[in-house]
């Protein structure tokens, strides 16, 4: 069983930056996909961007030039990095790690709360 840790969440006003860290309890180095999601009030969880190993990253449209997924496979870990971070990014934020890229097995941290203030 996979264990994921998120850490890095708080507050910060618009236009400022965060950097959150998902720990992971083993290698990542087989893990094909790391991605990180994203759950605001009242919302469905929403994907936001990921890193296959092999491939790089991939972001959505609202995130991509703002936010930047780091994969750390010697230390297991996965940060990502937000800058210009607007109210519309306030949420609870998950890391997620798919072994086989997938989708067949799954494991999720318990999240860390962003919050954006105008």
């Known amino acids: 069983q996979v264990q994921l840790v998120e850490s890095g969440g708080g507050l910060v006003q618009a236009g400022g930056s965060l950097r959150l860290s998902c720990a992971v309890s083993?290698?990542?180095?087989?893990?094909?996909?790391m991605a990180w999601y994203r759950q605001a009030p009242g919302k469905q969880r929403e994907f936001i961007a990921h890193?296959?190993?092999?491939?790089?990253?991939y972001y959505v449209g609202s995130v991509k030039g703002r936010f930047t997924i780091l994969r750390d496979n010697f230390k297991n870990m996965v940060h990502l990095q937000m800058s210009t971070l607007k109210p519309e990014d306030t949420g609870v934020y998950y890391c997620?790690?798919?072994?086989?890229?997938?989708?067949?097995?799954?494991?999720w941290g318990q999240g860390t709360q962003v919050t954006v203030s105008a």
């Open positions: 997620q790690a798919d072994p086989n890229g997938l989708g067949v097995t799954e494991y």
């Open positions: 083993e290698s990542i180095l087989d893990i094909k996909k």
């Open positions: 890193h296959l190993n092999g491939a790089g990253p």
